[in-house]
DNA sequence: ACGAGAACCTGTTTGC
DNA sequence: TGCAAACAGGTTCTCG
């Protein structure tokens, strides 16, 4: 489901729904999602207040004033749902968990293949932690450039589709706007990494940074199931130039190529032969 | 050391 | 129509 657009469009809907309020319980209906929930994770989120939410790559981090970040990562098919007060909270077939708040909304986190995991960390050690400390660049923040790209890239032989996938090279990234990024900057998924030039380094930064910037204004990519805390769908899936549309027409002026499907380590990646060298 | 592939799960779509 | 295989937004482990 989630790369860093959907990410981040979750964290703002929440946002003002949660921050502010206090959780007054919190309520587990298994002990683990890909991993086991951390230790006594209920009691120690009960009675904190929610201080303030962000993303870091494609972590929820929810700062409590008990000085712990409540982390989450969604996986695939993990998704938060605010219920307001007063409406029923619908039923979800693979709700994992349910948060009551101050005001009476309740928070759900449902998730069926449970490839989601979460996890509490003091606050003051987050940058250090086992899930952060070897996280690359934020592709959105100041210091993503050219430079710092290439250097990721050097001296790798895999395909700088997998390269861009690599958390520890560019953090957020995933199939998706992977394969809309190369597409805008005209750089074929197979190519060597390490082989990728200055000038097309400096364009695939700018063109990730583009893509990522449309998708969060459209409220991310809606494929199947994909809807923001508060139920909405996003609308950048009609934005699409490549992904998923194996045979159609290249969209780029005068390219008379089409999409093709190939799998790198096991995952589809779709790009235009022709224009994408 | 590095890269490809499998594994982790469940649900949905595709193809015979 | 029915059933089985393929496929899905992510990460992490194993094997060669």
Redesign the pocket.
Known sequence: ???LP?VETICRGLTPHLVGQSVRRLVLYRADL?FAFPPHMAAQIEGAKIIRLARR??FICTYLDNGQVWLT?L???GRYTIWPKGAAAGAE??RHLEATLDNGARLSYSD????GYMDLVAADALAECR?FKHLGVEPLGRDFNGAVLRAGFA?????VK?AL?N?NIVAG????YVCEALFRAGIAPKRA?GRVGAAKCTALVRHIRAVLKAAIQAG???????AGAEGHA?YFQHQFDVY?RAGEACTKRGCRGRIKRI??????SFFCPSCQK
């Open positions: 489901m989630p790369e959907e890909r790559a494609k990562h996986g695939m098919t077939r693979h069926p293949r449970r490839f899930h001296g790798r032989k895999t395909p997998n996938l958390q990234l995933g199939n998706i990494a991310g990519s809606s494929l199947r199931d994909f996003g998923h799998v790198q380590s096991g995952r589809a």
